[in-house]
Nanobody
Framework: QVQLVESGGVLVQPGGSLRLSCAASGSIYSINFMGWYRQSPGKERELVAGIFNGGSTNYADSVKGRFTISRDNAKNAVFLQLNSLRPEDTAVYYC???????????????WGQGTQVTVSS
C-alpha cells in the first residue's frame, strides 16, 4: 500500500557531505513520523535521525551536530543532510515512515529499500 524510495547514497571522502532523500507514495492518509536508520555489517540497525509531523527531531549521539533531518509534509518526503562524514558512518541507510492508510487505521511502519553510503578515501 505504501512505498518508500530512497536516493542519494554514494561514495564520499572523509569530511565530505551527502544528502539523502526519501519519498513515500501510495495509500497515505497521514504520516506522523519519518526517520533514517542505518545498518553496517555485523551491527544492529540503529536510528540515525527522526522527525515528527510537528517538527520535533531526534538524533543519535554519534551524528548530532553533523547530520540534519528535514521533512516536506506536502510531498511526503524526508531528507538527511550528512556533513563531516567519517568512515564509521559507512552503512546502508534506510528510510522509515509511520503511516496511516485510512482514518480508522493504526499507524504502521513502512521501510525503504536502503541506499549505500560509503565513506572512504
Amino acid at each position: 500500500q505504501v512505498q518508500l524510495v530512497e536516493s542519494g547514497g554514494v561514495l564520499v571522502q572523509p569530511g565530505g557531505s551527502l544528502r539523502l532523500s526519501c519519498a513515500a507514495s501510495g495509500s497515505i492518509y497521514s504520516i506522523n513520523f519519518m526517520g533514517w536508520y542505518r545498518q553496517s555489517p555485523g551491527k544492529e540497525r540503529e536510528l540515525v535521525a527522526g522527525i515528527f509531523n510537528g517538527g520535533s527531531t531526534n538524533y543519535a549521539d554519534s551524528v548530532k551536530g553533523r547530520f540534519t533531518i528535514s521533512r516536506d509534509n506536502a510531498k511526503n518526503a524526508v531528507f538527511l543532510q550528512l556533513n563531516s562524514l567519517r568512515p564509521e558512518d559507512t552503512a546502508v541507510y534506510y528510510c522509515k515512515a509511520q503511516v496511516r492508510t485510512g482514518y480508522y487505521m493504526n499507524y504502521r511502519d513502512y521501510w525503504g529499500q536502503g541506499t549505500q553510503v560509503t565513506v572512504s578515501s
